[in-house]
């Protein structure tokens, strides 16, 4: 398995959660790495990347609230998600975004009351 997501779960309104991700793709220190997310009916977006020496860009929708960061000596990538919405329940996927590999299973979160 290439990346394998977890973390997820049911949470309420305002709550958090932190997702991993273990990577056993090649080149993974020096690339992008991301996390995606993908709604029911709706398209995958990118909502956080993460370049090689931690530098991280943020989709409007989550910036202030989630925080991505990265262990290069663990082939480990994490989404911090604080302050969370309905609106964000989806499937969080993980990914190269400097060189995309095949998807995951994700890992799934709910926010809901």
């Known amino acids: 398995v290439q990346l394998q997501a977890s973390g997820g779960g049911l949470v309420q309104p305002g709550g958090s959660l932190r997702l991993s991700c273990a990577a056993s793709t090649s080149f993974f220190s020096i690339h992008i790495m991301g996390w995606y997310r993908q709604a029911p009916g709706e398209q995958r977006e990118l909502v956080a990347r993460?370049?090689?020496?931690?530098?991280?860009m943020y989709a409007d929708s989550v910036k202030g609230r989630f925080t991505i960061s990265r262990d290069n000596a663990k082939n480990m990538v994490y989404l911090h998600l604080d302050s969370l919405k309905p609106e964000d329940t989806a499937v969080y996927y993980c990914n190269d975004v400097t060189e995309l590999r095949s998807w995951g299973q994700g890992t799934q979160v709910t926010v809901s009351s």
């Open positions: 993460i370049s090689s020496r931690g530098g991280a």
